[in-house]
T-cell receptor
Framework: DTGVSQNPRHKITKRGQNVTFRCDPI?????LYWYRQTLGQGPEFLTY????????KSRLLSDRFSAERPKGSFSTLEIQRTEQGDSAMYLC????????????????FGPGTRLLVL | DAKTTQPNSMESNEEEPVHLPCNHS???????IHWYRQLPSQGPEYVIH???SNVNNRMASLAIAEDRKSSTLILHRATLRDAAVYYC????????????FGQGTILTVHP
């Protein structure tokens, strides 16, 4: 079990550029979550995948954000036309879910990708 | 989504017990309470979770109030490596298990 991995760990970009982050969940985990965390705050939910299907999106996920999980394995989060307000830590988590709305299973987080938009 | 409230910060001495409180008065009856901790520049790390009964694992104990409006994470003997931000979270049963985090408690452990 190698844990959840995220790449890159750090990204510096200029305002207006597009960026893409990758998350590799723990193998066999069918659920994948993206969160965003700004300095001094707890993580905030962005979106959720069950296998390859994106089943829930937060209102925080503006039109400039898009996430995919082709084939139900790794996931990518893309931000288009980045803004300085997008600067944050982007966290990915995965879990095994056996029922649609279980609240018991543990989510395992990756180390995050820290984005700085200049 | 249930809201959780925690003290901003707490301090402890090494090898002493630490009790980290959390209020979650709006939690629904089927939502589990999960605790995570986060070290600087790392993702949150799972600590413990429970529904109604008190829970123990190798890391900590979780005491849940009978009315489920509050819970307390207990570190039996704090070490310097326990210094972190501790988050009490709930998982929404009306959603697909997303975690709702508050601001967390910054735990400082003094040698």
């Amino acid at each position: 079990d190698t844990g959840v991995s995220q790449n890159p760990r750090h990204k510096i970009t200029k305002r207006g550029q597009n960026v893409t982050f990758r998350c590799d969940p723990i193998s066999e985990h069918n659920r994948l979550y993206w969160y965003r965390q700004t300095l001094g705050q707890g993580p905030e939910f962005l979106t959720y995948f069950q296998n390859e299907a994106q089943l829930e999106k937060s209102r925080l996920l503006s039109d400039r954000f898009s996430a995919e999980r082709p084939k139900g394995s790794f996931s990518t989060l893309e931000i288009q036309r980045t803004e300085q307000g997008d600067s944050a830590m982007y966290l990915c988590a995965s879990s095994i879910g056996t029922s649609g709305r279980s609240t018991q299973e543990t989510q395992y987080f990756g180390p995050g990708t820290r984005l700085l938009v200049l | 989504d249930a809201k959780t409230t925690q003290p901003n910060s707490m301090e402890s001495n090494e090898e002493e017990p630490v009790h980290l409180p959390c209020n979650h008065s709006t939690i629904s009856g089927t939502d589990y309470i999960h605790w995570y901790r986060q070290l600087p520049s790392q993702g949150p790390e799972y600590v413990i979770h429970g529904l109604t009964s008190n829970v123990n694992n190798r890391m900590a104990s979780l005491a849940i109030a009978e009315d489920r409006k509050s819970s307390t994470l207990i570190l039996h003997r704090a070490t310097l490596r326990d210094a972190a931000v501790y988050y009490c979270t709930s998982r929404s049963g009306t959603s697909y298990g997303k975690l709702t985090f508050g601001q967390g408690t910054i735990l400082t452990v003094h040698p």
